[in-house]
């Protein structure tokens, strides 16, 4: 099962398996979880795409849609072997936690559900509630043993939003026991990445290595390499080119992935550390304490502590942190549920700093039946809303 945030990233990422499977008779359930209907506004601003009218995006979506059937195809897989979900362009990581049940508003289809007539669940609402029972449907229709999707360390929020969903049913799944989960591998793609956008050099060259960011090659995962052909390189170019909307403006940068090899990446989520690259932003270099290093998560009775370093790098700023967390609880009827808060650390309050370190412990007594939690950190300018960094989205099984 490849899950791709909009129509491309499965080409881009998982040609070469996609053809392997085809070859080896194996099934292959490609889930495009928006139709990259706000493409063609990506080089305008929020206020031109918000004087468009809705049907300029809808139509756009039908577009990129037929781009994935035709490339697709090209690989050997038909219609049926592709689910689209309809969900918002740019508006999956929003629904992730913002948006998890009041309806996100696409400002290119002008909607707060699915306008597409092809979507999973026709008139889907714009919400995570609606994407999380989706994916949680799909999981149970067709019990993949290996899924594909996007790294946790992808720049894009549809990107990080697609994968904190998947893992989030996964583990829901393996916390109750659904015995088909525990033989379930999953690879993590790398799209979006860096200041001036991995993979380099851009362009076609098919012989280049594809080594995996150098703000990476450190972090808390194994990398593996899954090899081509020449022939399966050629195919993985005639696939390319038939997202002739993407071609168009970003050829470059879409020919950049066509190698001899694909890049893929594996993480365990019971660890409970995760540690995240530095000077991946420019900004950070001059604003102290704004680069996270590494977060260390630990349970007691009644309490989760964590532990947040910082890089020393730059000058003294002064600096804003914000705690997202969501919370899984199994009732005794089996039901899991989902609790989202959010919380600003401040030192002498909440939490302690010291140099470059950050401590805070928050009570569990609200959540008797907690079992996991999926938790992020921000950094941001005092009175600004501009991100710096985040510790990427992570799932935490707690003992």
């Not at 996964?170 to 525990?182: A, G």
């Not at 012989?207 to 399966?232: Q, V």
């Not at 170019?237 to 890049?263: G, H």
């Not at 950070?284 to 630990?298: H, N």
Request: charged share 25%; glycine share 6%.
């Amino acid at each position: 099962m490849i899950v791709a945030p909009h129509p491309d990233d499965e080409t881009i990422s998982s040609t070469g398996i996609i053809q392997k499977a085809v070859q080896d008779g194996d099934e292959v359930r490609v889930v495009i979880v928006t139709n990259g209907d706000g493409f063609s506004d990506i080089f305008d601003d929020t206020i031109l795409a918000r004087l468009r009218k809705g049907s300029h995006g809808v139509e756009t979506g039908y577009k990129r849609q037929q781009e994935s059937i035709h490339g697709l195809h090209s690989l050997g897989l038909r219609r049926t072997d592709i689910t689209f979900l309809g969900y918002p362009d740019s508006g999956v990581g929003k629904m992730w936690f913002e948006n998890w049940s009041k309806p996100y508003y696409s400002i290119h289809t002008k909607a707060y559900s699915s306008p597409f007539d092809n979507s999973y669940s026709l008139g889907a609402s714009h919400t995570g509630e609606s994407l999380s029972n989706d994916i949680a449907s799909i999981l149970s229709i067709y019990h993949p043993t290996i899924i594909i999707t996007p790294s946790y360390y992808d720049f894009h929020p549809d990107h990080r939003g697609c994968t904190n969903f998947v893992v989030s049913e996964i583990e829901k799944l393996r916390k109750n026991n659904v015995k088909w989960v525990d033989q379930v591998k999953i690879y993590y793609y790398l799209v979006h990445y860096g200041q001036l956008r991995w993979p380099r050099p851009w362009g076609y060259r098919p012989f280049e290595p594809l080594a995996p960011p150098p703000g990476l090659s450190t972090m808390n995962l194994e990398w593996f390499h899954f090899p081509l052909s020449e022939k399966m390189v050629e195919i993985k170019k005639e696939a390319m080119d038939q997202y002739s909307s993407q071609i168009k403006i970003m050829r470059d940068y879409m020919y950049a992935f066509v190698r001899n090899e694909e890049l893929f990446g594996i993480h365990y989520w019971n660890d409970t550390l995760m540690l995240d690259p530095s000077s991946d932003f420019i900004s950070k270099e001059f604003l102290k304490g704004s680069d996270f290093v590494s977060m260390i998560v630990s349970r007691s009775p009644d309490q989760v502590k964590f532990k947040l370093v910082a890089s020393p790098k730059g000058i003294p700023g002064i600096i804003s942190y914000r705690m997202r967390i969501v919370y899984y609880e199994r009732k005794q009827n089996g039901n899991i549920t989902e609790t989202r808060d959010q919380l600003k650390l401040e030192p002498r309050k909440n939490s302690t700093f010291s140099g470059t370190e950050i401590e805070t412990t928050l009570s569990t007594k609200a959540y008797p039946d907690l079992f996991a939690i999926y938790v992020t950190v921000e950094s941001y300018p005092r009175f600004s809303s501009l991100l710096i960094d985040k510790i990427p989205w992570s799932f935490f099984r707690l003992k």
